[in-house]
């Protein structure tokens, strides 16, 4: 499967954003997918978990309410819509694939083996 995320950009404190991730080659539906995201200077730390085929969600404690993953398995899409955006959101934002995620090992960025090119979240204060 490819994947190819959108949405980024410059938004002011307190905003939102919709960032989505297109899936091609195969549909979303049977896949595991996550968002992760790297600020500048640090390392890819996982940010939120969609089980395939309807399961379970998850999420880092600092997006827990305000960030939202969802999927639209006619439209072959991932979502992450963020709201309440703080400074320290800014980040590249990627969204990754995997057909089999253990539930404990969710928040690893090598188990997923699809990954889309990142999209770029600025928070301004």
């Known amino acids: 499967v490819q994947l190819q995320a959108s949405g980024g950009g410059l938004v002011q404190v307190g905003g939102s954003l919709r960032l989505s991730c297109a899936a091609s080659?195969?549909?979303?539906?049977?896949?595991?997918t996550a968002w992760f995201r790297q600020a500048p200077g640090k390392e890819r730390e996982f940010v939120a978990f969609?089980?395939?085929?309807?399961?379970?969600?998850d999420y880092l404690d600092s997006v827990k309410g305000r960030f939202t993953i969802s999927r639209d398995n006619t439209r072959n899409t991932v979502t992450l819509q963020m709201n309440t955006l703080k400074p320290e959101d800014t980040a590249v934002y990627s969204c990754?694939?995997?057909?089999?995620?253990?539930?404990?090992?969710?928040?690893?960025?090598?188990?997923?083996?699809?990954w889309g090119k990142g999209t770029q979240v600025t928070v301004s204060s």
């Open positions: 990754a694939a995997s057909r089999t995620i253990i539930w404990s090992s969710r928040f690893r960025d090598d188990q997923y083996a699809y």
């Open positions: 080659g195969n549909n979303i539906r049977g896949y595991s």
């Open positions: 969609s089980k395939g085929n309807g399961g379970s969600t």
